[in-house]
């Protein structure tokens, strides 16, 4: 029977190129190519726009939600009718992220955050 001498070699070869495979984090959080709304929560309780437009023609509206600040967040997205379109984006740390693609007809949405005394965080969304 013949001894494979080449077989020690390759599996040491392979065991040095696998010794590395680590995820680096990084704390700039990427936003989605896809994304339409990009809206952050910022210091201050605060979203960091008051007003956001989309235009919704070409279909679903995808909105990305990162918390960019040191407390927790959510995000709800309400119809005129104060009713919650989709899920909520739950933000709770710094960095945290999330989006959600959304049928949105044309007309006035409001972006929410409904952790108590986080009224200010509401923002107007229009889609037009
Ligand atoms: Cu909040």
Known sequence: ??????????????LGVSACGGSTSSSNNTVPADADVVVKAVEGISWNQKEFNVAAADGPVVIYAVNDSSIAHNLYVLDADEQVIGDFIDLPKRGSDGSRQLTLAPGEYRLVCKIPGHNNMNSKLTVT
């Open 1 to 14: 029977m013949k001894i494979r001498l080449a077989t020690p070699l390759l599996a040491l070869a392979l």
